[in-house]
């Protein structure tokens, strides 16, 4: 590592290079060696011809865009080492298939070759490191690569010595809010740049796709909770209570990059609920108040209590299931609401509604899609593919309305947005807390604790899942202070009659998608796969995001040209999108695919197939139980049965080996097989 630091000491460093091919890449950095003094001029002909010569007899790409040319000539009396980024990825011939972007140039006389292994080592295990790659790849200067290698050994150096345990936030303190204060002390000094790490055009993309992503459920689960409640509770109010409670979360919150929302399982509650009012002749709103106000003062409890750390008995076994269902929900919901219009049509007359609203859905979905591949391939400039694939959602939603304006002839559905700011009824923003008997204020606490469970377990499994090691996150998670105001907020939006919200999983993770940077990595078996290596942590988009929603109530003219089957299409793009990674979902999909063509992954290589399949078939009946009781009268009792996955998962634990069960339900992808290529 010492001869890399002093060659960017030196100025060995050669950022953006214009190269198409490896000889312009070597003629452009021998003539910078010369410039610099690093290389005499005399021997300039000489390098340049022996590093052709050595690709001519085989590519130096090691794979994972990064390459080590080298030569060793009589011209040359001293090691030298220069590190070149090349402007824009080049196919030099890696073995991954991954095209190039990083070189390391190692020239000295003839009998120095032994001693450039050990800087061959050192480059290999630096760009096996996800952080430095990224930093290498926006470093601006020198002293840019000197600080993120400063970072490096540092992140490093423990490992030496002691096993690097990675802070989880989900140790017990014994101490009264000691899980809470470890969040605040952990996440405080991170403040300021969770906002100056939004400022980014990444986070503009980040920002419209997410408004319309956020903005397309609240109206529709708004739609649909006005009905549940006669207009009690309406699209206005849960826009209100969005874009509140995610502007006072992406302020106050600790994981600022989860997506507070009404939910599907809440929407349920509360139907229920209304019914259950109407049949004793009670107040709606009053008794929704106390249960609220009772679960929100039990959620301020389990936050103090440190109560999320019981969260460590949930692994990815649960974490798997449960991300399936939030995703697959959103799949079926935009299937089925395409389905409807179907059913709903009248063939000799309005047959070109259905077809029109299709074709805008699946327009919608194959535009995101295709733009936000777009990053990986061939044509236009990098800065273009990047810009279009951040802004592929938000594209697709503009593209796919146009159209929709342009046939304007065809009656198709519109987003149903209130024509003024108001409640759904009439009714006043507060509510009157004392019209409930005082028996309903006592008794709210028997349905608040099921509410609580519910809040419980949503918030911090997505908590989890957004926190995965997967997703590379720098600044540490924040259970117990996320989990404290999302009960603050509930108490708050019991007091105005408004919906309750918790962290939606497939927004919080299309979230995390649009601010991540990923790159290609080529896993064992010649599979190409995407793979996060940093994502842009702040607290602007969050923000930005929900401002935007609550301006959405000055601008509810203009949001009624958007069609629901563009944002049916919109929701098709976040479910699917957000099963990617998902290992259950992949091991799910080896039953139907060729024993001799599995991907060699780290569970493949360890765990025999019969036992895979048992796990994961484990899996299926658990989440098609969910499944069903969702869609069942029981669907009140869904948070009990997500809890029960902690048993269910404990008591299986029994019937596979240890060794199988460790890769099976590992924490995160092992480190071997995101890196083999520097072995």
């Known amino acids: 590592m010492k001869q890399i630091r002093e060659a960017i000491e030196q100025g060995c460093v050669v950022l953006d290079v214009a190269a198409s091919d490896i000889t312009s890449t070597i003629h452009a950095t021998v003539r910078r060696m010369v410039t610099t003094g690093v290389l005499p001029a005399a021997a300039a002909d000489d390098v340049t011809a022996a590093l052709l010569a050595r690709e001519k007899l085989a590519p130096t790409a090691i794979g994972n865009a990064v390459a080590i040319p080298h030569a060793y000539l009589d011209k040359i009396d001293q090691q030298v080492v220069v590190v070149v980024r090349l402007a824009r990825p080049v196919n030099l011939g890696a073995p991954d298939g991954i095209p190039t972007q990083f070189l390391f140039f190692l020239l000295g006389p003839p009998d120095s070759a032994a001693q450039h292994l050990d800087t061959l080592a050192h480059v290999a295990r630096l760009m096996s490191d996800d952080e430095f790659r990224y930093e290498m790849r926006v470093a601006r200067s020198g002293e840019d690569l000197l600080a993120a290698l400063d970072r490096f050994t540092s992140r490093t150096a423990p490992a030496i010595t002691t096993p690097r345990l990675r802070p989880d936030g989900l140790t017990y303190t014994g101490r009264f809010a000691g899980g809470l204060r470890q ?344 599979e190409t796969r995407q793979r996060i290596i940093y994502v842009r942590e702040n607290r602007v988009t969050g923000l930005a995001i929900h401002v935007l929603l609550g301006l959405s109530l000055l601008l509810l003219y203009w949001l009624r040209f958007i069609p629901m089957a563009v944002l049916y299409g919109l929701f098709l793009f976040m479910g699917v999108v957000s099963i990617a990674g998902n290992q259950f979902l992949e091991r799910l999909s080896l039953w139907i695919r060729d024993p001799d063509l599995y991907p060699v992954t780290h569970y493949i290589r360890r765990v025999p197939r019969r036992t895979i399949h048992i796990f994961t078939s484990i899996q299926f009946v658990c989440l098609a139980a969910l499944w069903i009781i969702k869609s069942t009268s029981l669907g009140i009792l869904f948070p009990i049965f997500i809890a029960l996955l902690v048993p269910v998962r404990l008591f299986i634990g029994r019937f596979f080996a240890p060794a199988d069960l460790a890769a099976l339900d590992a924490e995160e992808v092992p480190e071997e097989e995101s890196t083999h290529w520097a072995a």
């Open 183 to 526: 969040d605040i002390a952990r996440r405080l000094p991170q403040y300021l740049s969770d906002f100056r790490d939004g400022l980014s055009s990444k986070c503009i993309g980040s920002t419209i796709f997410l408004y319309f992503a956020c903005l397309a459920p609240a109206a529709t689960f708004g739609g649909v909770m006005a009905v549940l409640t006669e207009g009690d509770i309406g699209a206005v109010e849960m826009i209100v209570a969005s874009a509140f409670g995610g502007i006072a979360f992406a302020l106050l919150g600790g994981q600022p990059l989860i997506i507070l929302a009404g939910t599907g399982p809440l929407l349920v509650f509360t139907g229920v609920l209304y019914r259950f009012c109407a049949g004793l002749d009670i107040p709606f709103l009053p008794t929704y108040g106390w249960i609220g106000l009772w679960s929100a003062i039990m959620l301020v409890l389990l936050a103090v209590t440190d109560a999320s750390c019981l969260m460590r008995h949930f692994t990815r076994f649960t974490d798997e299931i449960f991300a399936a269902l939030i995703s697959l929900i959103f799949i079926y919901e935009a299937i089925e609401a395409l389905a409807h219009i179907f059913e709903e049509l009248d063939v000799k007359k309005h047959h070109d509604t259905a077809l029109l609203s299709l074709l805008l859905a699946l327009g919608t979905f194959y535009i995101a899609t295709s733009l936000s591949r777009f990053r990986r391939s061939y044509y236009l400039r990098p800065r273009i593919r990047e810009f279009l694939a951040d802004f592929g959602p938000a594209i697709a939603l503009a593209a796919m309305t146009a159209v929709s304006i342009w046939l304007h002839e065809v009656n198709i559905d519109l987003l149903p947005a209130p024509e003024s700011f108001q409640t759904t009824s009439g009714r006043a923003w507060t509510v009157d807390l004392w019209a409930a008997p005082t028996w309903v204020r006592l008794a709210a606490v028997v349905p608040a604790l099921i509410v609580t469970i519910l809040m419980y377990l949503v918030q911090n499994i997505t908590a989890r899942i957004v926190n995965n090691p997967d997703h590379h996150l720098q600044k540490g998670p924040a259970y117990h202070l996320d989990l404290a105001i999302v009960g603050l907020l509930m108490g708050v939006c019991s007091l105005f009659g408004l919906p309750w919200l918790v962290a939606a999983s497939v927004r919080s993770l299309n979230h995390i998608g649009s601010l991540a940077t990923v790159e290609d990595v080529v896993v064992p078996g010649g």
